[in-house]
């Protein structure tokens, strides 16, 4: 990419979406088309592809996804399936169809069996049942790979994939009806009393920064090109009691924790493999202590 090129940030007010945005604007590219919402509908074809024939993109980032957290995704099957075939379909599609250089797609470690052997290796897709909770996005991204590997091998369009783990940041969505679990609870901490959490607490997931995410990206737009699929990851993992115990610290929470142990923990460990990604120069800088301090600094801003 050269500082001109035409870059098209799909999703670009998301969490991760604006992390691109302000990764690419911090290396000087001066060209960002930020795709959102109110500009188009991702999930119409006719409206994607007339935005791609006015805008002209080089490049593409696919950060737009409908996404949601364990209720979200359990009690929304539909909409993740859906609106995330038609957002990833139109856009990849629309990309070939209009002469974009490369386009990276974005996915989530969900992609995996419940039961993959841990670090994660990118070999393990398909290799056995998927988590019940969150089949239905997981096949859309999982769709999203093929689509991506199908029209390199039929059409030689250059696209690429990348499945990151859970992940948090500025922008991020704090809802606690659809939000992830680090989101969650920063914002039980921080409105206080008695903070009720899933499971026991023995869990271990792996956390990663939007804006370390944003840096894999820009390495892998400029450096990776293959069909696989790649990792981004910490390639480390921590107890979901020791991330409470950590909120809970930098909130400067005071009130009690209640784990509420009839809600089932779910998978015990899910940690990625992350070498092949470290090996094109790229590895996580944001501790989870600091990255987390700036992300409850900028929810308490968003208060206001």
Same mark, same amino acid.
């Given at each position: 990419?050269?500082?001109? +090129?035409?870059?098209?940030?799909?999703?670009?007010?998301?969490?991760?979406?604006?992390? !691109?945005?302000?990764? *690419?604007?911090?290396?000087?590219?001066?060209?960002?088309?930020?795709?959102?919402?109110?500009?188009?509908?991702?999930?119409?074809?006719?409206?994607?592809?007339?935005?791609?024939?006015?805008?002209?993109?080089?490049?593409?980032?696919?950060?737009?996804?409908?996404?949601? /957290?364990?209720?979200?995704?359990?009690?929304?099957?539909?909409?993740?399936?859906?609106?995330?075939?038609?957002?990833?379909?139109?856009?990849?599609?629309?990309?070939?169809?209009?002469?974009?250089?490369? *386009?990276?797609?974005?996915?989530?470690?969900?992609?995996?069996?419940?039961?993959?052997?841990?670090?994660?290796?990118?070999?393990?897709?398909? +290799?056995?049942?998927?988590?019940?909770?969150?089949?239905?996005?997981?096949? #859309?991204?999982?769709? /999203? !790979?093929?689509?991506?590997?199908?029209?390199?091998?039929?059409?030689?369009?250059? #696209?690429?994939?990348?499945?990151?783990?859970? *992940?948090? /940041?500025?922008?991020?969505?704090?809802? *606690?009806?659809?939000?992830?679990?680090?989101?969650?609870?920063?914002?039980?901490?921080?409105?206080?009393?008695?903070?009720?959490?899933?499971?026991?607490? +023995?869990?271990?997931?792996?956390?990663?920064?939007?804006?370390?995410?944003?840096?894999?990206?820009?390495?892998?737009?400029?450096?990776?090109?293959?069909?696989?699929? !790649?990792?981004?990851?910490?390639?480390?993992?921590?107890?979901?009691?020791?991330?409470?115990?950590?909120? #809970?610290?930098?909130?400067?929470?005071?009130?009690?924790?209640?784990?509420?142990?009839?809600?089932?923990? /779910?998978?015990?460990?899910?940690?990625?493999?992350?070498?092949?990604?470290?090996?094109?120069?790229?590895?996580?800088?944001?501790?989870?202590?600091?990255?987390?301090?700036?992300?409850?600094?900028?929810?308490?801003?968003?208060?206001?």
């Amino acid at each position: 990419m050269d500082k001109n +090129s035409k870059i098209l940030v799909a999703g670009a007010n998301g969490m991760v979406g604006s992390a !691109i945005v302000r990764n *690419l604007e911090s290396k000087g590219y001066t060209n960002i088309i930020k795709g959102t919402r109110n500009d188009v509908n991702f999930t119409n074809q006719d409206e994607t592809e007339r935005y791609f024939c006015s805008k002209e993109p080089e490049y593409v980032f696919v950060a737009a996804a409908k996404v949601g /957290g364990i209720l979200g995704n359990k009690n929304h099957k539909a909409e993740m399936v859906y609106q995330n075939l038609m957002i990833q379909n139109n856009i990849i599609h629309s990309s070939y169809l209009y002469g974009v250089k490369k *386009l990276l797609f974005l996915g989530s470690s969900c992609i995996y069996p419940k039961f993959a052997e841990t670090p994660i290796k990118e070999s393990a897709l398909l +290799s056995g049942h998927l988590e019940p909770t969150n089949d239905a996005y997981a096949i #859309a991204k999982i769709a /999203g !790979i093929k689509m991506c590997q199908s029209y390199r091998e039929q059409y030689e369009f250059d #696209a690429i994939s990348l499945m990151p783990c859970n *992940l948090y /940041g500025i922008n991020d969505n704090f809802d *606690l009806q659809n939000s992830h679990v680090l989101p969650a609870m920063i914002r039980k901490f921080h409105e206080g009393g008695e903070v009720v959490l899933w499971g026991d607490g +023995s869990p271990k997931r792996e956390f990663l920064h939007a804006d370390d995410l944003a840096e894999a990206c820009y390495v892998c737009m400029e450096k990776y090109s293959d069909s696989e699929h !790649i990792n981004v990851g910490v390639g480390d993992d921590v107890s979901l009691k020791d991330l409470a115990n950590m909120i #809970a610290d930098i909130v400067g929470f005071s009130g009690s924790i209640k784990w509420n142990t009839i809600v089932p923990n /779910g998978t015990l460990r899910k940690v990625l493999n992350v070498d092949k990604i470290k090996s094109l120069g790229w590895k996580s800088q944001i501790s989870l202590h600091d990255g987390i301090s700036k992300t409850y600094e900028w929810y308490k801003e968003s208060l206001l």
